[in-house]
């Protein structure tokens, strides 16, 4: 397929492979990982420049509008009812409470709000409620996000009725591995709300998560299903595993900072124009390892200082490093 003309930098030479493609496969997601880092740096940096300013970050600042009870049984999540995490089920937050938080996240500099539900898939009541909470977190001029399940393709249109801006829905893993990790949807399931997620006109927010027992060539595959998604996701969110004392991932290993470098700057290869998400397990991570990730391709952040059950940095604390590496804020764009 011919690249189209936004698809490419401005001095491009015709000549040149396109740098936004939907045709990788995993011998070459494989053999990215396997580059000297220095080699591996230097390809992703350069893309990061030619389509962002690589000293500007996107700020997303998470709330979990409805904790736990979750009958899914994701084996490393702190809200599915199935494990002994000690996280209690309650009800769906009032849309007060979401609007005092999300101007709460403005003052302190978020761009983006992102509402997450421990659903399964919303019921349509559900929606409704949640339907008021995006117009009423776009009112305040804010970009909203919200992460509900799974998605009929009659929910995303009316999400994106309502002003939604992302649909956030990820695949986690790769698709080999996936029943490993989730007995109680498969990945076909997670593909088809993607794709109601882009018919209705949604930005797609996905991504996934490392440190699961999963193999190289899991992240590779996981990778090149994201990068062939056509268009690719606005937003690829790159979770490490927060170990949650009680799920069948306590015990996991804590993924090698390095490891992790890698797979940002893969995603930033494959996937040059999209917004790349250094986002759970910042808190473990020391500040050169982050600013690794940062130069790596990763330009946006989980902002405030909780994610979803579990500690993120202090915003505080966050303005501090992006002092410290020069980074200022990315502006929304339109
Ligand atoms: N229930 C909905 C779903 O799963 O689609 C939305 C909320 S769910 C908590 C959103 C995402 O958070 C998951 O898909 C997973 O990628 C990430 N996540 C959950 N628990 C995590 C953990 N302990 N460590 C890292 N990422 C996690
Ligand atoms: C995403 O990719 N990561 C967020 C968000 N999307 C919803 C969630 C991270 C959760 C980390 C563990 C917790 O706080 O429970
Ligand atoms: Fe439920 Fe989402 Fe947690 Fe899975 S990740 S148990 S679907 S809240």
């Given at each position: 397929?011919?690249?189209?003309?936004?698809?490419?930098?401005?001095?491009?030479?015709?000549?040149?492979?396109?740098?936004?493609?939907?045709?990788?496969?995993?011998?070459?997601?494989?053999?990215?990982?396997?580059?000297?880092?220095?080699?591996?740096?230097?390809?992703?940096?350069?893309?990061?420049?030619?389509?962002?300013?690589?000293?500007?970050?996107?700020?997303?600042?998470?709330?979990?509008?409805?904790?736990?009870?979750?009958?899914?049984?994701?084996?490393?999540?702190?809200?599915?009812?199935?494990?002994?995490?000690?996280?209690?089920?309650?009800?769906?937050?009032?849309?007060?409470?979401?609007?005092?938080?999300?101007?709460?996240?403005?003052?302190?500099?978020?761009?983006?709000?992102?509402?997450?539900?421990?659903?399964?898939?919303?019921?349509?009541?559900?929606?409704?409620s949640v339907l008021d909470m995006v117009a009423a977190v776009k009112g305040l001029g804010m970009e909203t996000c919200v992460t509900l399940g799974m998605l009929t393709g009659d929910q995303a249109r009316r999400?994106?009725?309502?002003?939604?801006?992302?649909?956030?829905?990820?695949?986690?893993?790769?698709?080999?591995?996936?029943?490993?990790?989730?007995?109680?949807?498969?990945?076909?399931?997670?593909?088809?709300?993607?794709?109601?997620?882009?018919?209705?006109?949604?930005?797609?927010?996905?991504?996934?998560?490392?440190?699961?027992?999963?193999?190289?060539?899991?992240?590779?595959?996981?990778?090149?299903?994201?990068?062939?998604?056509?268009?690719?996701?606005?937003?690829?969110?790159?979770?490490?595993?927060?170990?949650?004392?009680?799920?069948?991932?306590?015990?996991?290993?804590?993924?090698?900072?390095?490891?992790?470098?890698?797979?940002?700057?893969?995603?930033?290869?494959?996937?040059?124009?999209?917004?790349?998400?250094?986002?759970?397990?910042?808190?473990?991570?020391?500040?050169?390892?982050?600013?690794?990730?940062?130069?790596?391709?990763?330009?946006?952040?989980?902002?405030?200082?909780?994610?979803?059950?579990?500690?993120?940095?202090?915003?505080?604390?966050?303005?501090?490093?992006?002092?410290?590496?020069?980074?200022?804020?990315?502006?929304?764009?339109?």
């Amino acid at each position: 397929m011919a690249s189209r003309a936004e698809d490419r930098p401005p001095h491009a030479s015709p000549h040149a492979p396109p740098d936004i493609r939907h045709d990788w496969t995993r011998a070459e997601a494989e053999s990215l990982f396997a580059l000297p880092l220095n080699e591996l740096l230097y390809r992703a940096h350069g893309l990061h420049r030619r389509y962002f300013d690589a000293n500007e970050v996107q700020l997303s600042t998470l709330l979990n509008v409805k904790d736990g009870g979750c009958p899914e049984d994701c084996k490393y999540c702190a809200q599915s009812a199935r494990y002994e995490s000690g996280f209690k089920a309650k009800k769906l937050m009032a849309l007060d409470e979401v609007v005092a938080q999300a101007t709460a996240a403005k003052a302190a500099g978020a761009q983006r709000f992102c509402m997450g539900a421990a659903w399964r898939a919303p019921k349509d009541h559900e929606l409704e409620s949640v339907l008021d909470m995006v117009a009423a977190v776009k009112g305040l001029g804010m970009e909203t996000c919200v992460t509900l399940g799974m998605l009929t393709g009659d929910q995303a249109r009316r999400l994106a009725a309502a002003g939604l801006d992302y649909y956030n829905h990820n695949l986690d893993t790769s698709e080999e591995y996936y029943a490993e990790v989730i007995t109680t949807r498969t990945y076909q399931d997670r593909l088809d709300t993607l794709a109601h997620v882009r018919a209705a006109g949604l930005r797609v927010c996905c991504g996934g998560i490392l440190g699961l027992g999963e193999s190289v060539a899991d992240r590779a595959s996981m990778l090149v299903t994201l990068a062939n998604l056509a268009p690719h996701p606005e937003s690829v969110p790159i979770n490490m595993l927060v170990a949650i004392e009680g799920t069948p991932y306590a015990a996991n290993a804590p993924i090698d900072a390095i490891d992790f470098v890698r797979v940002i700057a893969a995603a930033r290869i494959m996937m040059p124009a999209s917004v790349v998400r250094f986002a759970a397990g910042r808190a473990e991570m020391d500040v050169a390892a982050q600013a690794l990730a940062f130069f790596a391709g990763a330009n946006s952040v989980f902002y405030g200082e909780k994610l979803l059950t579990t500690p993120n940095p202090a915003g505080a604390e966050d303005r501090q490093l992006f002092d410290r590496l020069g980074l200022k804020p990315m502006t929304p764009r339109a």
